[in-house]
């Protein structure tokens, strides 16, 4: 979606005989390799600067930089078009082929996967922002994204798409430009910064192969169970689910029951959610078992599987959006990209439950995240 960005002729030649000329990144022979995390050491425009009028941006990292690194890499949002990367031993230049808009915040980021000429990376994105006005935006949205096991969603990447009058109901996110971007963290949590305030449609895909492009066919999408999200909101959940074409999925027992081994074990627990209904899945590297939570006498969400194989569990919980009683066979809809639908409201519990024989195992509450 981040239109090419273009590498001036003119610096290739330069480049290539500094590639394998003399200088180099690596200590003296004998000593010590150098494993400092590769960082940005100076900025032009400055993090936070306003009445920003250049086109030009500039970067000093503390070890060298190749052109071929950063140009997938650098992400510019809003974007700026067109531009001109250019770089020499440490220092980078960006130079835009239009002029900034005005009155405008700009937040640059570069990917945490982006490598040094040895092989050093940053220990988390690198973001700044600016702006050409007199106010620097500040809003947030923040969340977690997961892996369709409920593992943190290390590769995700997760855009903003600004919900105007004029784009209001727009379907088909896949024909529009990402208003902002950001990357998942090691644990799968991400903070959209700098935001102009307002509602947004929240996305997040899988980028396997690094082109900041969401492919539907192969690559896993994420949604929250909002269709749009004010700015300030917190604590979004959104979950990969499996690409269409995949299987492979453990086969899944309603109800919980179970008839053999003889030995076996018990989880329960309560749902904190809203709602009168709330499907609970247990799920082992060999099959996944289902019962419905309902509200007791009290108003509170209580389920049960009383006859759990001994296995590890993966405990989630979904809200039926159309506040129906589930039926056996009733799963979570992750919601689509294309025609837009949010997914159901979901949670899970954070770590994987032991069951063991003739072993009851109480108190495993999930909670159904909901945004703040």
């Known amino acids: 979606m981040q239109t090419a960005s273009r590498i001036t002729n003119f610096f290739l030649i330069p480049l290539l005989w500094l590639a394998s000329g003399c200088a180099s990144d690596r200590p003296p022979s004998g000593g010590p390799v150098d494993a400092t995390p590769l960082q940005v050491l100076f900025s032009d425009p400055a993090p936070s600067t306003v009445q920003v009028s250049t086109e030009r941006i500039h970067l000093t990292f503390n070890h060298d930089i ?32 239009k002029p900034l808009e005005r009155e405008k915040t700009y937040i640059l980021t570069l990917d945490k996967k982006l490598r040094d000429n040895n092989g050093r990376t940053f220990s988390a994105p690198y973001t700044f922002a600016f702006s050409t006005g007199a106010v620097l935006d500040n809003e947030t949205i923040s969340g977690t994204v997961i892996e369709k096991e409920c593992s943190p969603a290390t590769n ?13 109901g727009i379907g088909n996110l896949l024909q529009r430009e990402p ?20 509602v947004y ?41 499996e690409l269409r074409h995949k299987s492979g999925a453990p086969p899944s027992i309603p109800n919980g029951k179970v008839t053999a081994p003889a030995a076996t074990g018990t989880i ?45 569990y993966t405990l989630t919980a979904f ?31 954070p770590e994987k439950v032991t069951v063991r024989p003739r072993w009851t195992t109480e108190h495993i509450d999930i909670r159904i995240t909901t945004s703040k």
């Open 319 to 349: 809200t039926p959006s159309d506040g129906k009683k589930p039926n056996a066979e009733r799963q979570w809809n992750p919601g689509s990209i294309e025609p837009f639908q949010p997914s159901e409201p979901f949670g899970f519990y």
């Open 179 to 198: 208003d902002y971007w950001t990357q998942a963290d090691g644990s799968g949590a991400f903070s959209l910064q700098h935001l102009a305030k307002g």
């Open 201 to 241: 449609r929240i996305v997040a895909f899988n980028d396997q192969n690094g082109d900041r492009r969401i492919n539907t066919a192969t690559e896993e999408i994420g949604l929250c169970s909002k269709a749009v999200v004010s700015t300030g909101s917190s604590d979004l959940l959104l979950r990969f689910s």
């Open 268 to 312: 329960s627990g309560n749902c904190l959610a809203s709602g009168q209904y709330v499907v609970v899945d247990a799920s082992s590297v060999t099959a996944s078992y289902r019962t419905t939570a309902s509200r007791d006498q009290n108003g509170a969400l209580h389920y049960s599987f009383p006859e759990l194989p001994p296995a590890r």
């Open 156 to 168: 995700a990447l997760i855009v903003a798409f600004a919900e105007h009058p004029e784009n209001s």
């Open 66 to 97: 190749s052109v071929r690194e950063l140009l997938n890499t650098v992400i510019i949002s809003p974007s700026i078009g067109d531009y001109d990367i250019a770089i020499s031993g440490r220092k980078m230049e960006i130079k835009g082929f």
